[in-house]
Structure formats: structure tokens, C-alpha cells
Nanobody, 115 residues
Framework: QVQLVESGGGLVQPGGSLRLSCAAS????????MNWYRQAPGKQREWVGI???????NYADSVKGRFTISRDNAKNTVFLQMNSLKPEDTAVYYC?????????WGKGTLVTVSS
């Protein structure tokens, strides 16, 4: 059974940093691209960024230059390093993986950026 478990969220002041983790199990992690999404209160879920199997990354314009995605295939984990956080980054952050058969989501971790 595929499971994605996010962690690392919390309350941070504007300008601060957080590092989120997404631990995967039940899949051959290294062969899949991994995505991060977020959903702010009252808004639709939006794509944050992707890391492909080869390690290349791409990001939404809203986070480019501030967020960095990395992966550790030995630990079946993908990371989201978030720097220079803004109040508008407040959201529940999710990781997602697509296999041939199905799309899997974690349950998310809440990030609150507030003074």
C-alpha cells in the first residue's frame, strides 16, 4: 500500500524558513517524479514544484528563488526547503506521486507564516 507522510510544518515568522519532508512507502520511490502542492484557506490547491527522477526541478513562479525541492532516494524521502517565507505562503502542503495506475496524496502538513 502506497503511503505518503508529510512532516515539518509549523508556525514561522515572515522571512523565516522551514523544511518539509515527505516520506514515501509502498512504491519504488526512485523511479517516480515527486510533486509538492499547497492549499491556502478558502483557495484551490495549487502546484508548488516538482523534482524528477534525475533530480531536475521546476517551480511555480510564486515560489521560484525561495523554495528548493530535493530528494533522498535511499530514504524514500522528498524535501521542500522554504526560505524567505511570506504570510501568503500559509497553507497545507501536500506531496503527490503519480504511478501508472493511480495518483497518491499525503494528508498534508500545515505551514503558518505569521508574526
Amino acid at each position: 500500500q502506497v503511503q505518503l507522510v508529510e512532516s515539518g510544518g509549523g508556525l514561522v515568522q515572515p522571512g523565516g524558513s522551514l523544511r518539509l519532508s515527505c516520506a514515501a512507502s509502498g512504491i519504488a520511490f526512485s523511479v517516480y517524479d515527486m510533486n509538492w502542492y499547497r492549499q491556502a484557506p478558502g483557495k484551490q490547491r495549487e502546484w508548488v514544484g516538482i523534482i524528477i527522477t534525475g533530480g531536475g526541478t521546476n517551480y511555480a513562479d510564486s515560489v521560484k528563488g525561495r523554495f528548493t525541492i530535493s530528494r533522498d532516494n535511499a530514504k524514500n524521502t522528498v524535501f521542500l526547503q522554504m526560505n524567505s517565507l511570506k504570510p501568503e505562503d500559509t497553507a497545507v502542503y501536500y506531496c503527490k506521486v503519480e504511478t501508472r495506475r493511480e495518483v497518491y496524496w499525503g494528508k498534508g502538513t500545515l505551514v503558518t507564516v505569521s508574526s
